[in-house]
């Protein structure tokens, strides 16, 4: 299995959490890098976090700064992202890619998920 598969969306209240998985085949052929995006409606889509197998590392979008933590259990072969404090405006389909290096941009990664909807309500 090489196609990432993402797990955990669902309907919240404004200030509620939510836990995201991405189960991945782990660190193959230098596929090094394990990322979130999300892509709200008429939107483009957009890095919220990443992080890498190998170094200890994470990068977030400032919008999510102090709300999402993303982790990884490398026995499991999944990354997490952890949602917290979360708004209206993170309702958005999820998305977890796998590529070499954490990017912010969609078309450096190799392997995309299916997406989970993410929606909060006001």
């Known amino acids: 299995q090489v196609q990432p598969v993402e797990s955990g969306g669902g309907l919240v209240q404004a200030g509620g959490s939510l836990r995201l998985s991405c189960l991945t085949s782990?660190?193959?052929?230098?596929?090094?890098?394990v990322s979130w995006f999300r892509q709200a409606p008429g939107k483009e889509r957009e890095f919220v976090a990443g992080?890498?197998?190998?170094?200890?590392?994470?990068s977030y979008v400032d919008s999510v700064k102090g709300r999402f933590t993303i982790s990884r259990d490398n026995a499991k072969n999944t990354v997490y992202l952890q949602m917290n404090s979360l708004k209206p405006e993170d309702t958005a389909v999820y998305y977890c890619a796998v590529g070499q290096v954490v990017d912010r941009t969609p078309n450096r990664y190799d392997y995309w998920g299916q997406g989970t909807q993410v929606t909060v309500s006001s």
């Open positions: 782990g660190r193959t052929f230098g596929r090094d890098a």
């Open positions: 992080t890498r197998w190998s170094v200890s590392i994470t």
